[in-house]
């Protein structure tokens, strides 16, 4: 019997809700010669009954660590960006600090935020990404967030930024432990998911692919963050699918 992956409670016998013969991924598709042999598969989808998680029973794709997107460079993305860290740097004073992108792709969003008084890095698992950002000029490196005792590059960093790659992400709590001790003692991060109560409000079951292993709702992404050190500053939904979270690192208490 499987497991939740944020709090371990076994997940039982009977999936929410069963996919069969769904793509076995969204990228890396095959090709003429492999065609023959790709075949679709079953998709079970369950929710944990402690922490509400609701999590395919499944393998993660191989390129989990991988940020692929669509749409990076577009107007409405970019701008959206921008409008984040205006009101992000704004509210929280952030002002010269370090600011770092937990897969951040070809640095299709560190690139607006270079237009900020701040410190921009980013890292990326895929190697043919990093090398398209460092050739934008941008401070990028191949790494990832594996193990809470993994050492971030440049760090400690006053902010983190993550977008749509928390979901991807079987081991979270691995890897939100890793980036909260790569933070400084007053540490944030914007982080956004995307959100399932869209897709049980649409029926837009299209949503559902291996690639995306854990479809948050904002009581499980606030139980995920508070179980991993973090508080929730502000949490919104943005354009009906999107949770966004604004967290800071819970402080220690000295007695």
């Known amino acids: 019997m499987s497991k939740c992956i944020i709090c371990g409670t076994e997940l039982g016998d009977k999936p929410l809700f069963e996919l069969h013969n769904a793509p076995a991924n969204a990228q890396d598709l095959s090709d003429y010669e492999s065609l023959n042999n790709d075949q679709g598969i079953s998709l079970d989808l369950y929710q944990c009954t402690c922490c509400g998680l609701i999590q395919l029973d499944c393998e993660p794709v191989n390129y989990f660590r991988d940020v692929i997107r669509g749409g990076g460079w577009s107007d409405t993305l970019q701008s959206l960006r921008r409008k984040q860290y205006r009101y992000l740097i704004d509210s929280y004073h952030l002002e010269g600090k370090k600011f770092i992108e937990i897969g951040c792709g070809e640095g299709e969003f560190i690139v607006p935020l270079t237009e900020f008084s701040v410190q921009v890095f980013g890292i990326e698992n895929r190697e043919g990404l990093v090398k398209k950002a ?108 999107t949770i966004s979270a604004v967290v800071r690192k819970r402080k220690k208490v000295y007695l």
């Open 134 to 241: 460092i050739s934008r000029g941008l401070k990028v490196w191949r790494a990832f967030p594996e193990t809470p005792d993994n050492i971030i590059d440049n760090g400690p960093f006053d902010v983190f930024l993550m977008f749509n790659f928390l979901e991807h992400q079987p081991k979270p709590n691995d890897m939100l432990q890793c980036i909260r001790n790569n933070l400084t003692e007053d540490g944030i991060g914007l982080l956004t998911v995307p959100s399932f109560d869209y897709v049980f409000r649409k029926s837009a079951f299209y949503e559902l692919m291996r690639d995306h292993i854990a479809y948050y709702t904002e009581d499980s992404l606030r139980f995920l963050m508070n179980r991993n050190g973090f508080d929730i500053m502000q949490l919104e939904t943005l354009n009906e699918h």
